[in-house]
C-alpha cells in the first residue's frame, strides 16, 4: 500500500519558490532518506506531507487521503536542539506525553474501563521503551542523559501512537559517528519489524548507507528519488544542481558530495535551515 | 489584638493562641489557599522557565495596587487588574516570536522598569498611602478580611480547575513546543492562558507576601520539590506541600516576634530550597 503519494507537488514559503515537481511515492516498511543540503527544502517537505504547510501545486496524498486527515498515522520527530540540562521529567513521561498529551482535563481512574485503558497505555509505554532499548535510563530526568539517550527517547514518544508512518526531522544531528549508526540500525530494525514507513532527514548520507532503502535528494528546487548507487552519483547531482558536483567514494564505501552550491555538512548550524 | 503574644513552647497552647484572633484565622485562611494555587502555577512556572516573567508581573502588582487605591478602588482588585493587563500585553508580544516566551527577556524587563516608575508616580500622587508602601512591597498578615479569604477561595478554585483542564497539553507544549503545535495543540493561546493563571497567582500571592517577595511561595517551593523529583504529579504535590510548610511557618512566626511575614516565608522558603539542593547533590 502506499503510504505517502506526491504528484508534481511544490511549496511557495514567502513568496520564495522552495521546490516544484516533487514526484514520490513510499511504501509500507520501506526507510527513506531525505538528503539535501541547508536551505533545500527537506524539513518543508516533511510538514507538507504533516499537512502543516500548504502545497502551492500538486496533489498530496497520505494513507490515501489528506494530509490533514492522516494525522493520526503518523509519528513525528521535529527538528530540535536536546533538552535543556535543567529538565525535570522523567524519559517515560516524555514517552508518555506521545499518548496522553494532546488530552485534555485529567484522568480520573474511576470506572473500569478507564483503570483498563490506562494500564494498556502504560504497557505500551514500556513496550516503546524497550523496543528503542532505553529500558535503563528511562526513569531518569531527561535533561541528565545523552543526546543518543534522548534522541531513542524521543523516538519511542514518536512510536508510542502506534504509527504506520514515522518523520524524524534531523534525529542524527546532535550524536556522534558511533551513536548515529546505532540509532539508523534501530530505525532500519522498526521499519521492518513493525512494518512502519520511515522518512528520515539527514545531512549526512553516510551513517546510514547500508540500512536505507532509498533516498530523496533535495536541491535546486527539485527532487531526486531512487536508491543511493542511482542518485548520489556525479552526474545527477550535476543535472540536478545545474552546476558541477563531483562524488568521490573513500576506501571505507563512505560518499563525499563535492562542489554543492552550499556546502554539504553544515553541522550545528540547524537555525539556518527554513522552518 | 493580642497585646504581648508570646511562645510558651507548649504546642497546644501556641496553636491555640494562634487561632484565638480572627485576624490570624483570617490570615493562615488566605495563606494556605495561596500556598495550594500558588504553588501548582509555580511548578509549571518553574518548569517552563518564566521565572522572570512571574516576578515582573508581581512588579506589576504594585502600581496596580498604588494605582488602585488612588482613584478609590479596592486595593486587591488593583492587583488583579494590572497583573492580568500586563499577563496579557506581555502575552501579545510572546505571540510573535516562534521560540515562546522565554527569550523575551528585553520586552519583559521594559515592562517592569515601566511598571515600578508608575507605581512610585501613584505613590507620590497620594501621600495618605504612603506609610503602606512597605507593605505593599514586603507583605503583611494583619488585616485581611473575611471578604479577601473569600475572593482568593473563589480565584483558586477557577485557577485550579482551569489548570487542571489544561494540564497535560501544557506540560506538552512545555517540554516540547514545536511537536505540540505539530500535534494541533494551540500553543499560542495556552502561552497566554498560562500567563494569566500565572497572574492570579502572583496578584493572590503578593497580598500575602509583598509584591517583592512573592517568589517565597511561587517559586522556591516548586523549585526545591523539582530538585527532589522528576515525576511530575509528586512534584505538584511536593510544591504545594512546602509551600503550605512555609507560608504556616512564616506566619506562626511572624505572631510571635516583632519581625515581618515576608522575612520569615522568604527565609523558611530558601531554607527548603537549600536542603532540597543539599539533599539532591549528596544522592
Same mark, same amino acid.
Given at each position: 500500500?502506499?503510504?505517502?503519494?506526491?504528484?508534481?507537488?511544490?511549496?511557495?514559503?514567502?513568496?520564495?519558490?522552495?521546490?516544484?515537481?516533487?514526484?514520490?511515492?513510499?511504501?509500507?516498511?520501506?526507510?527513506?532518506?531525505?538528503?539535501?543540503?541547508?536551505?533545500?527544502?527537506?524539513?518543508?517537505?516533511?510538514?507538507?506531507?504533516?499537512?502543516?504547510?500548504?502545497?502551492?501545486?500538486?496533489?498530496?496524498?497520505?494513507?490515501?487521503?489528506?494530509?490533514?486527515?492522516?494525522?493520526?498515522?503518523?509519528?513525528?520527530?521535529?527538528?530540535?536542539?536536546?533538552?535543556?540540562?535543567?529538565?525535570?521529567?522523567?524519559?517515560?513521561?516524555?514517552?508518555?506525553?506521545?499518548?496522553?498529551?494532546?488530552?485534555?482535563?485529567?484522568?480520573?481512574?474511576?470506572? +473500569?474501563?478507564?483503570?483498563?485503558?490506562?494500564?494498556?497505555?502504560?504497557?505500551?509505554?514500556?513496550?516503546?521503551?524497550?523496543?528503542?532499548?532505553?529500558?535503563?535510563?528511562?526513569?531518569?530526568?531527561?535533561?541528565?542523559?545523552?543526546?543518543?539517550?534522548?534522541?531513542?527517547?524521543?523516538?519511542?514518544?514518536?512510536?508510542?501512537?502506534?504509527?504506520?508512518?514515522?518523520?524524524?526531522?534531523?534525529?542524527?544531528?546532535?550524536?556522534?559517528?558511533?551513536?548515529?549508526?546505532?540509532?539508523?540500525?534501530?530505525?532500519?530494525?522498526?521499519?521492518?519489524?513493525?512494518?512502519?514507513?520511515?522518512?528520515?532527514? +539527514?545531512?549526512?548520507?553516510?551513517?546510514?548507507?547500508?540500512?536505507?532503502?532509498?533516498?530523496?535528494?533535495?536541491?535546486?528546487?527539485?527532487?531526486?528519488?531512487?536508491?543511493?548507487?542511482?542518485?548520489?552519483?556525479?552526474?545527477?547531482?550535476?543535472?540536478?544542481?545545474?552546476?558541477?558536483?563531483?562524488?568521490?567514494?573513500?576506501?571505507?564505501?563512505?560518499?563525499?558530495?563535492?562542489?554543492?552550491?552550499?556546502?554539504?555538512?553544515?553541522?550545528?548550524?540547524?537555525?539556518?535551515?527554513?522552518? | 489584638?493580642?497585646?504581648?503574644?508570646?511562645?510558651?513552647?507548649?504546642? *497546644?497552647?501556641?496553636?491555640?493562641?494562634?487561632?484565638?484572633?480572627?485576624?490570624?484565622?483570617?490570615?493562615?485562611?488566605?495563606?494556605?489557599?495561596?500556598?495550594?494555587?500558588?504553588?501548582?502555577?509555580?511548578?509549571?512556572?518553574?518548569?517552563?522557565?518564566?521565572?522572570?516573567?512571574?516576578?515582573?508581573?508581581?512588579?506589576?502588582?504594585?502600581?496596580?495596587?498604588?494605582?488602585?487605591?488612588?482613584?478609590?478602588?479596592?486595593?486587591?482588585?488593583?492587583?488583579?487588574?494590572?497583573?492580568?493587563?500586563?499577563?496579557?500585553?506581555?502575552?501579545?508580544?510572546?505571540?510573535? %516570536?516562534?521560540?515562546?516566551?522565554?527569550?523575551?527577556?528585553?520586552?519583559?524587563?521594559?515592562?517592569?522598569?515601566?511598571?515600578?516608575?508608575?507605581?512610585?508616580?501613584?505613590?507620590?500622587?497620594? %501621600?495618605?498611602?504612603?506609610?503602606?508602601?512597605?507593605?505593599?512591597?514586603?507583605?503583611?498578615?494583619?488585616?485581611?478580611?473575611?471578604?479577601?479569604?473569600?475572593?482568593?477561595?473563589? *480565584?483558586?478554585?477557577?485557577?485550579?480547575?482551569?489548570?487542571?483542564?489544561?494540564?497535560?497539553?501544557?506540560?506538552?507544549?512545555?517540554?516540547?513546543?514545536?511537536?505540540?503545535?505539530?500535534?494541533?495543540?494551540?500553543?499560542?493561546?495556552?502561552?497566554?492562558?498560562?500567563?494569566?493563571?500565572?497572574?492570579?497567582?502572583?496578584?493572590?500571592?503578593?497580598? *500575602?507576601?509583598?509584591?517583592?517577595?512573592?517568589?517565597?511561595?511561587?517559586?522556591?517551593?516548586?523549585?526545591?520539590?523539582?530538585?527532589?523529583?522528576?515525576?511530575?504529579?509528586?512534584?505538584?504535590?511536593?510544591?504545594?506541600?512546602?509551600?503550605?510548610?512555609?507560608?504556616?511557618?512564616?506566619?506562626?512566626?511572624?505572631?510571635?516576634?516583632?519581625?515581618?511575614?515576608?522575612?520569615?516565608?522568604?527565609?523558611?522558603?530558601?531554607?527548603?530550597?537549600?536542603?532540597?539542593?543539599? *539533599?539532591?547533590?549528596?544522592?
Amino acid at each position: 500500500m502506499s503510504v505517502v503519494e506526491l504528484r508534481d507537488a511544490a511549496v511557495r514559503l514567502g513568496g520564495r519558490l522552495v521546490f516544484s515537481g516533487v514526484d514520490l511515492n513510499v511504501q509500507t516498511g520501506e526507510f527513506l532518506a531525505v538528503l539535501g543540503p541547508n536551505g533545500a527544502g527537506k524539513s518543508t517537505l516533511m510538514r507538507a506531507i504533516l499537512g502543516l504547510v500548504p502545497l502551492a501545486a500538486g496533489r498530496a496524498t497520505v494513507f490515501g487521503g489528506t494530509p490533514a486527515r492522516a494525522r493520526g498515522w503518523i509519528g513525528y520527530l521535529p527538528q530540535r536542539s536536546g533538552f535543556d540540562r535543567a529538565t525535570r521529567l522523567r524519559g517515560v513521561d516524555l514517552v508518555r506525553l506521545g499518548v496522553d498529551g494532546t488530552r485534555w482535563g485529567v484522568p480520573l481512574p474511576v470506572s +473500569a474501563v478507564a483503570r483498563e485503558r490506562r494500564r494498556s497505555e502504560r504497557d505500551r509505554v514500556d513496550r516503546v521503551i524497550e523496543m528503542v532499548g532505553a529500558a535503563a535510563y528511562a526513569h531518569r530526568p531527561v535533561g541528565e542523559l545523552s543526546g543518543g539517550e534522548q534522541q531513542r527517547l524521543l523516538i519511542a514518544q514518536a512510536l508510542v501512537r502506534t504509527p504506520q508512518l514515522l518523520i524524524l526531522d534531523e534525529p542524527l544531528d546532535s550524536l556522534d559517528l558511533p551513536n548515529q549508526v546505532a540509532v539508523a540500525a534501530l530505525i532500519r530494525r522498526i521499519a521492518t519489524d513493525e512494518q512502519i514507513a520511515v522518512m528520515l532527514v +539527514a545531512h549526512d548520507v553516510n551513517p546510514l548507507l547500508g540500512y536505507l532503502d532509498r533516498v530523496v535528494y533535495l536541491g535546486g528546487g527539485h527532487a531526486l528519488t531512487g536508491s543511493v548507487d542511482e542518485v548520489i552519483t556525479a552526474p545527477k547531482l550535476t543535472a540536478l544542481y545545474g552546476s558541477p558536483v563531483e562524488v568521490l567514494r573513500t576506501r571505507d564505501d563512505r560518499l563525499v558530495v563535492v562542489g554543492l552550491p552550499e556546502a554539504p555538512h553544515h553541522h550545528g548550524h540547524r537555525h539556518d535551515e527554513e522552518p | 489584638m493580642n497585646p504581648n503574644p508570646s511562645l510558651k513552647f507548649d504546642l *497546644i497552647a501556641d496553636l491555640r493562641e494562634l487561632f484565638a484572633f480572627p485576624f490570624m484565622v483570617h490570615a493562615l485562611e488566605a495563606g494556605t489557599i495561596v500556598a495550594v494555587f500558588a504553588a501548582a502555577v509555580g511548578w509549571y512556572m518553574v518548569l517552563r522557565r518564566q521565572s522572570f516573567a512571574g516576578h515582573t508581573l508581581s512588579l506589576m502588582a504594585f502600581p496596580g495596587a498604588t494605582g488602585a487605591a488612588l482613584i478609590g478602588l479596592p486595593v486587591s482588585l488593583g492587583y488583579y487588574l494590572a497583573c492580568g493587563a500586563a499577563a496579557i500585553a506581555m502575552g501579545q508580544t510572546a505571540r510573535a %516570536s516562534t521560540r515562546g516566551f522565554s527569550s523575551e527577556t528585553a520586552v519583559i524587563g521594559t515592562v517592569q522598569t515601566v511598571g515600578l516608575a508608575a507605581g512610585y508616580v501613584f505613590l507620590s500622587l497620594n %501621600s495618605a498611602i504612603l506609610s503602606g508602601t512597605e507593605t505593599l512591597l514586603f507583605g503583611t498578615f494583619l488585616g485581611v478580611t473575611q471578604g479577601q479569604v473569600a475572593a482568593l477561595l473563589v *480565584i483558586a478554585a477557577v485557577t485550579l480547575a482551569l489548570l487542571t483542564a489544561v494540564a497535560r497539553p501544557l506540560l506538552f507544549s512545555t517540554v516540547d513546543r514545536e511537536l505540540a503545535r505539530a500535534s494541533g495543540i494551540p500553543v499560542a493561546t495556552l502561552d497566554v492562558l498560562f500567563l494569566l493563571l500565572l497572574a492570579l497567582a502572583v496578584a493572590a500571592t503578593s497580598q *500575602i507576601t509583598g509584591v517583592l517577595l512573592v517568589f517565597a511561595v511561587l517559586v522556591a517551593p516548586p523549585a526545591a520539590a523539582q530538585q527532589l523529583t522528576s515525576r511530575p504529579l509528586a512534584g505538584l504535590l511536593l510544591g504545594i506541600l512546602f509551600a503550605l510548610l512555609v507560608v504556616w511557618l512564616g506566619l506562626a512566626a511572624a505572631y510571635f516576634s516583632p519581625w515581618p511575614v515576608g522575612f520569615y516565608t522568604t527565609t523558611f522558603a530558601f531554607a527548603v530550597y537549600v536542603v532540597a539542593r543539599l *539533599i539532591r547533590s549528596r544522592r
